[in-house]
């Protein structure tokens, strides 16, 4: 036995491998991406791979399943919403070489567009969920999660959320268990869902939860901690250590599997207690489960503590009134430092060109939904995953039949056109759209930390890969005749060949090829520098957003050590004020469009 | 149970810090939880991380007015983070500034009050001038351990502990520069 300080992300990977689990699929998402990058620490045993959504990761891990493999599929809380599908089925399916599904939510949208609660999945799919609270409990709860799922035939969801993913706390690990033995049989009632064997299993489905509504009164990770007072309180997740923060004599009731709630042991406690406060993130799954139960006892919950944010201890307590949050310094005073684009970053220019041609953008969900803040303001929407490009088309036609027009672009990145923009890119060409659809193609999954997908030549594993040639797919593979490819350098020629295509009364596409700047090592850049006699302090520069980029004695001023030479604000200024440093060295820009594996990632 | 936070610039070695602090005080004895919370892109955002330690600790995260030391790595972010310092906490701020990007595009001023406000409500302020050094001791990026030095001159552990988790921690060809920069921090005087 060994104790590790592991982040909880890292401990559902430990667990992944302690439970004998030997497939995992994922597709990254802020908090949960940590998790199969992990996992490839144990590729000799698990096999591992990224799905190009969730909806091909969920399925390929149900694929496994029918071999009879214990399987892993890990994603962020809105990933589930696009493998709501296959997740419904698997339930019906069942698993019998266990099977878990990691759900990590962001209470507090620390870096989401929403803040649901997955545990309504659970509940609504009809599966069990268990809620870690510390990462000794998420890796627990993936061997824990795999014994129910073979037992009881189903799915087990592992509900994470940020602070559980992303917090450090001690482990003790183990050893790995047996894998069961890979096969397969043909036998179709257990594998097609035909209505016909649907009814059968929908029937065998509600069974089951009344058997693991039994087992959930008596799984010992559900517990009573004691207490000293006729106070009590129920709580499940990273709420249950920030409730033992506030409520240190009270009687607590941890809750590890909130659905099926435990009846019994729930009814056990509420006679220890005459007040009872229900500390969980977002919904409220278990006061609801508790008010059914008892409908006679006090119980304080999402009618007192706010459904939105984070269950913090500050949060309890200033609910309870016992501690005022009104801060002694305002920080709402000072400059907010909020991300931006890297310097070099290879999707600056194309939004510079956007801002200044007045264009109605479409975006996506990216690193380039930065390029919506000031100063390049030059994204109009967000909405989810490959909505870009399918809400462009919304809005083309819905101002077509009223006899309107905008000056409209799509803009959305590699990772997120192979996640969900192709689908939506069929729905222009059949139904003619004359719109602009602007790839950023970095060559990399790069908001949550630079993923492999099918456009980088490398998997998960690190095995090569064919690249999908985003232009060939677009141009030779859709037809899409008017199909170009720019560098994301190339200011002058990315304003021309937007000015020609948002003209153009026919559909366009614009991959605009650069790789992420981060993915260069710096040994010897020579930056950009500025000259002081030429400046005229236009700021033009500085509308570019790059970090690199400042001003100094009334003039445009570049900080060297951030500075990759990339040659876009170069190219920006109107009175040549800009040029390459003459140390010696290399720019960016002279490193190939593609070729940058070898530059060191 | 008490409290550390760091904060500073994505791209400063906040996390690395916090890692190695992780270490020393699992060394020390204690239990240790830690979170991190940094912006969506990978650099240029706040980023904070938060170490609990004591004899038994629940919550990873911190609360207002309940911090025992901060560990700013750019004046801004510091004051960004002060409601969180316990009355007596000790704050260590390096005098170090980052233009936060509205600042570098002209849209707002850097505030010119930030050492003001940052001794208007610490009472144990440190301001060290830890780039500066670490740049004259020939690396930048030691500004990091630097400021764990500092934090270490003020917390009761054994020295020869920080000493032993530096040596595992960093790079073999940096151990030397680090321990200098180290020493640094743990003897320095305002």
């Known amino acids: 036995m060994k104790r590790e300080l592991l982040s909880g992300n890292e401990a559902i990977a430990r667990g992944a491998y302690e439970a004998g689990i030997t497939f995992a699929s994922a597709y990254p998402g802020t908090p949960s991406t940590e998790i199969l990058e992990n996992v490839v620490r144990y590729k000799e045993d698990i096999h591992c791979q990224w799905g190009s959504n969730e909806k091909t990761a969920f399925e390929e891990a149900m694929g496994a399943t029918f071999t009879g493999a214990r399987v892993l599929v890990a994603m962020k809380h809105v990933g589930l919403n696009v493998a709501a599908d296959p997740l419904f089925s698997s339930s019906y399916l069942g698993a019998e070489g266990g099977f878990i599904i990691v759900s990590a939510d962001d209470p507090g949208m620390h870096s989401s567009q929403n803040e649901q609660d ?18 000794q409990e998420a890796k627990d709860f993936v061997v824990e999660g795999i014994k129910i799922s073979e037992k009881f035939n189903t799915p087990v969801m592992l509900r994470s959320s940020t602070r559980v993913s992303h917090s450090r706390s001690a482990v003790e690990t183990g050893e790995r268990e047996t894998p069961p033995e890979i096969h397969y049989e043909k036998d179709f009632q257990k594998t097609m869902l035909l209505p016909v064997i649907a009814r059968k299993k929908h029937i065998i489905v509600e069974e089951r939860q009344k058997k693991i509504k039994e087992f959930s009164d008596t799984f010992k990770y559900n517990y009573i901690v004691e207490g000293k007072t006729r106070i009590g309180i129920i709580a499940s997740g990273i709420a249950f250590q920030n409730g033992r923060e506030v409520f240190k004599d009270d009687w607590f009731l941890k809750v590890a599997m909130p659905y099926p709630f435990p009846e019994e042991l729930y009814k056990k406690f509420a006679e220890k207690v005459d007040k009872i406060y229900v500390l969980e993130e977002n919904d409220p799954i278990m006061e609801n489960f508790a008010r059914l139960i008892t409908p006679d006892k006090e119980i304080i919950g999402k009618d007192f503590f706010p459904l939105t944010g984070e269950m913090t201890e500050d949060v309890i307590l200033e609910t309870l009134g016992k ?3 009104t801060p002694e310094f305002d920080i709402n005073s000072i400059p907010k430092r909020p991300p931006s684009l890297c310097p070099g970053c290879p999707h600056t220019a194309t939004f510079h060109n956007l801002n200044l041609q007045k264009v109605t953008v479409t975006g996506d969900i990216g690193c380039y939904t930065l390029g919506g803040l000031p100063p390049l303001n030059a994204m109009d929407t967000t909405i989810d995953m490959g909505a870009s490009i399918t809400a462009m088309l919304g809005m083309e036609k819905s101002m077509e039949k009223a006899g309107k027009k905008l000056k409209q672009a799509a803009v959305i990145g590699d990772s997120t056109f192979f996640h969900s923009g192709i689908t939506g890119l069929l729905d222009l060409i059949y139904n003619g759209s004359k719109g602009t659809v602007i ?21 998960l594993m690190g095995d090569d890969a064919p690249v999908v040639d985003i232009l060939k797919l677009v141009k030779d593979g859709l037809g899409i005749e008017h199909s170009f490819e720019i560098d994301g350098y190339d200011v002058k020629g990315i304003r021309a060949l937007l000015r020609e295509e948002l003209k153009r009364e026919k559909l366009s596409v614009i991959v605009v090829k650069r790789v992420c700047a981060l993915l260069f090592k710096k040994p010897n850049w020579s930056p950009t520098i500025v000259d002081p006699e030429k400046c005229i302090k236009c700021n033009l520069c500085l509308k570019l957003g790059c970090p690199a980029i400042t001003s100094k004695d009334d003039k445009a001023f570049i900080v060297s050590s951030l500075c990759t030479g990339c040659s876009v604000c170069i190219q920006v200024c109107p009175h040549d004020a800009m040029h390459h440093s003459d140390e010696d060295g290399m720019h960016i820009k002279d490193t190939s469009l593609v070729d940058f594996f070898k530059g060191g990632k | 149970m008490n409290t550390i936070i760091i904060a500073g610039v994505g791209g400063q070695g906040v996390l690395t810090a916090s890692d190695l602090l992780s270490d020393v005080l699992l060394d020390a004895g204690y239990s240790v939880k830690k979170s991190e919370v940094h912006g969506m892109s990978q650099r240029g955002g706040d980023v904070i991380a938060t170490i609990k330690y004591g004899d038994e600790v629940f919550s990873p995260l911190p609360a207002i007015k309940n911090t025992d030391y901060i560990i700013a790595f750019e004046k801004l972010e510091g004051l960004r983070n002060i409601n969180f310092l316990k009355d007596g906490g000790a704050m260590i701020v390096n005098d170090f500034v980052w233009e936060p990007l509205p600042v570098a595009s002209g849209a707002v ?16 302020l440190t301001l060290i001038p830890a780039t500066d050094i670490a740049t004259e001791l020939g690396n930048i990026r030691t500004t990091n351990v630097l400021l764990v030095g500092v934090l270490a001159s003020k917390m009761d552990i054994d020295k020869e502990i920080w000493i032993n988790v530096i040596k595992r921690k960093v790079p073999p060809k940096s151990i030397d520069l680090n321990l200098t920069a180290f020493e640094k921090g743990y003897c320095f005087k305002t």
């Open chain 1, 323 to 325: 501690k005022d949050l």
């Open chain 2, 109 to 124: 001023e850097y505030p010119e009050d930030v050492e003001d406000n940052l001794r208007k409500y610490s009472s144990d």
């Open chain 1, 439 to 459: 790839i950023l193609d970095n060559s990399i999954t790069a908001m949550t930390g630079h993923q492999d997908n099918p456009g980088t030549g490398k998997t």
């Open chain 1, 118 to 135: 997955n545990r309504n999945y659970a509940i609504a799919a009809k599966i069990p969920v268990l809620e870690p609270s510390d990462s």
